[in-house]
């Protein structure tokens, strides 16, 4: 099975950017669709986007639309989250994911729908 390792967490200035990193090792990232989710003070763990094992589909929450761009490098065995114009509500520890999909194309957003998971990076962002 894939173990997951994040990384790229940080304090950041609201607008400021940071890019999160997921190395998997353990078996090919290419086998997996990946997804990012996080989880606030106090709140529920939250879907961020997804990003089907073929590269060419994703998918974004509204809330960080246009501004979080979900992406991958199946040779790099890596998945990346770049974050611009952070706010202080994005806040949380970052996680990445990963599923066996059914099909190269598919994507979840449903917390269920995914088997695998990393320990977390946290990103706070200041007002």
């Known amino acids: 099975q894939v173990q997951l390792v994040e990384s790229g967490g940080g304090l950041v200035q609201t607008g400021g950017s940071l890019r999160l990193s997921c190395a998997a090792s353990?078996?090919?990232?290419?086998?997996?669709?990946a997804g990012w989710f996080r989880q606030g003070p106090g709140k529920e763990r939250e879907f961020v986007a997804a990003?089907?094992?073929?590269?060419?589909?994703?998918r974004h929450a509204d809330s960080v639309k246009g501004r979080f761009t979900v992406s991958r490098d199946n040779a790099k065995n890596t998945a990346y989250l770049q974050m611009n114009n952070l706010k202080p509500e994005d806040t949380a520890v970052y996680y990445c994911?990963?599923?066996?999909?059914?099909?190269?194309?598919?994507?979840?957003?449903?917390?269920?729908?995914?088997?695998?998971w990393g320990q977390g990076t946290q990103v706070t962002v200041s007002s």
């Open positions: 994911t990963a599923r066996i999909p059914y099909t190269s194309t598919s994507v979840a957003s449903g917390r269920d729908a995914y088997d695998y």
């Open positions: 990003i089907s094992k073929s590269g060419s589909i994703t």
């Open positions: 353990g078996r090919p990232l290419s086998s997996y669709a």
